[in-house]
């Protein structure tokens, strides 16, 4: 159940992105939406980053850059599930699904990853939501 439903104008969080306007940074609202900001720090935070939080992290922002292998798909759900199930247990990976350029060459990026979850902390029965992940032909790395 989202706590912030009693006072919907008082922030909980802050959005990420961290890309609001003139210097602010914009806020959440909701806890729903908190949790999907906190799980993309989450997936592009890497391990050893965090000041007193070693584990931290997932370290796919490297991964993403290595060299395509066989195992990428491995790796990445791998690297994925495991800091999820230890820092958001609160979030159940439904799908991830991994595709690169060599796989589907109709593509606009080099690879792509798009996670569906849902949250426990939600009463709402529809509560599937997606993260996609993917880095283009400039090699800049971008989550929606």
């Known amino acids: 159940n989202d706590i912030n439903q009693q006072q919907p104008n008082q922030a909980i969080g802050i959005n990420f992105p961290f890309n609001g306007r003139a210097g602010l940074m914009s806020a959440t609202y909701t806890t729903m939406d908190q949790l999907i900001s906190n799980f993309k720090n989450l997936l592009l935070t890497y391990k050893g980053e965090r000041f007193y939080h070693y584990n931290f992290g997932t370290n796919l922002p490297a991964l993403l850059f290595e060299p395509n ?16 199930s230890y820092w958001l247990p609160q979030i159940n990976i ?3 699904e991994t595709t690169t350029a060599e796989e589907d060459p109709t593509l606009n990026c080099q690879i792509k990853i798009t996670i569906s979850f849902e949250a426990s902390l939600s009463t709402n029965a529809n509560n599937l939501n997606t993260i996609t992940i993917f880095v283009d032909n400039t090699n800049t790395l971008t989550v929606q």
């Open 69 to 84: 292998t066989l195992h990428i798909k491995e790796q990445v759900s791998e690297t994925i599930t495991d800091a999820v």
């Open 94 to 96: 439904v799908d991830i």
